[in-house]
Nanobody
Framework: VQLQASGGGLVPAGGSLRLSCVVS????????VGWFRQAPGKEREPVSC??????FYSDSVKGRFTVSKDNAQNTVYLQMDSLKPEDTAVYYC???????????????????WGQGTQVTVSS
């Protein structure tokens, strides 16, 4: 299994970015994929996830971020709007079959993480 996130960058507060995660080795038709982020000096945290049960969001991004997927392209997207300086982090995508990490706090045990993509929001 391989996942590769891309699309990060530097934006001013209030701006938008769209992240992409290309997945190989599992089919998105039935396998969940989550977005996670890790800020300097902080632990990695779940941000969003999409599975056959629907999209899920952390409270910190609900209403601002939208997760979607293209099963044919095996790609998951994260549209990030109204960005805040506290959204600054390295963003990773990872497998999460039933999105249990964000739903019930299950351990993060993605099959693969990839290099992540840096998102920096200036104030």
């Amino acid at each position: 299994v391989q996942l590769q996130a891309s699309g990060g960058g530097l934006v001013p507060a209030g701006g938008s970015l769209r992240l992409s995660c290309v997945v190989s080795g599992v089919a998105l038709d039935y396998y969940g994929v989550g977005w996670f982020r890790q800020a300097p000096g902080k632990e990695r945290e779940p941000v969003s996830c999409i599975s056959i049960d629907g999209p899920f969001y952390s409270d910190s991004v609900k209403g601002r971020f939208t997760v979607s997927k293209d099963n044919a392209q095996n790609t998951v997207y994260l549209q990030m709007d109204s960005l805040k300086p506290e959204d600054t982090a390295v963003y990773y995508c990872g497998t999460d079959l039933d999105c249990l990490v964000i739903r019930v706090g299950a351990p993060m045990n993605s099959d693969s993480w990839g290099q992540g993509t840096q998102v920096t929001v200036s104030s």
